[in-house]
């Protein structure tokens, strides 16, 4: 589902991520973690057609992200972490533009807008001005308009950030979910338990080089810890990593 070919993205002499090579396959959650500053948020928004690589290719489902960016982006849903709304609209205008955005279909735009906003306990907010919304809230709009034309990719960054505890657990439940109907989530987190919890498998990127992949187990390896939580994996193998020439 996902291919990254020799991947860099420069920003004049900063060097944000370096030769990143990477096969995602369909219905996989991968978990793409490392410290701040280290090239995640860079390489998401290059998932997302935000960026444009300095070298290198992304395919999309075999659709060259360079070559042909709208059919790429059309079965991507996209949830930064910051998400950036037009507060003078309600949510359900908001959804309707991103509806319009992605050719989903009037006749079905209504039961399915609804029945997102349901889901993540809006239902009662649809027609109020995203201005009264919460950060919890906006970052749930979000994620309704991402999922409104079903996509087959979901690249998320820092999903958790600003949710309640019922919150993290519906979005835990519906990674899953979405997991198992076959849909690739892409998810950069700080939050390792997150990481650990949802994903088939996890990229460390380190000063924009991918120093570490697998399952936990293979990471556990990597970093030769035999016991313990990701977090001491993450701490040993991003520890006085070397700058890449």
């Not at 080089?209 to 035999?226: R, Y």
Request: glycine letters at 10%; charged letters at 25%; hydrophobic letters at 40%.
């Amino acid at each position: 589902m996902i291919r990254l070919e020799s991947v860099n993205k420069r920003y004049g002499h900063v060097h944000a991520v370096k030769d990143l090579s990477l096969e995602i396959q369909k219905g996989e959650v991968f978990g793409f973690i490392g410290p701040n500053g280290a090239g995640k948020t860079t390489t998401i928004r290059m998932l997302g057609g935000l960026l444009i690589p300095t070298s290198g290719k992304i395919f999309i489902d075999g659709k060259d992200m360079a070559k042909e960016p709208e059919k790429a982006k059309k079965i991507i849903g996209f949830i930064p972490d910051r998400p950036f709304l037009y507060d003078k609209i309600t949510g359900m205008e908001f959804l309707r533009f991103m509806g319009d955005m992605y050719g989903v279909d009037d006749k079905i735009f209504p039961d399915k807008a609804n029945g997102l906003l349901k889901m993540f306990s809006l239902n009662e907010w649809g027609n109020e001005l995203i201005a009264s919304y919460s950060h919890g809230m906006k970052q749930r709009i979000i994620m309704c308009s991402a999922l409104l034309h079903d996509p087959q990719l979901i690249v998320v960054d820092e999903p958790m950030v600003g949710l309640d505890p019922r919150g993290i657990r519906l979005v835990k439940d519906l990674i899953r979910e979405l997991a198992a109907k076959g849909t690739t989530v892409f998810l950069s987190t700080h939050t390792l338990e997150v990481a650990q919890d949802l994903c088939h498998r996890i990229g460390i990127i380190n000063r924009g080089a991918l120093i570490a992949l697998g399952n936990t187990s293979d990471l556990k390896k990597a970093a030769l810890v035999e016991e313990g939580e990701l977090e001491a994996v993450f701490l040993r193998l991003t520890q006085e990593q070397p700058e890449a020439a």
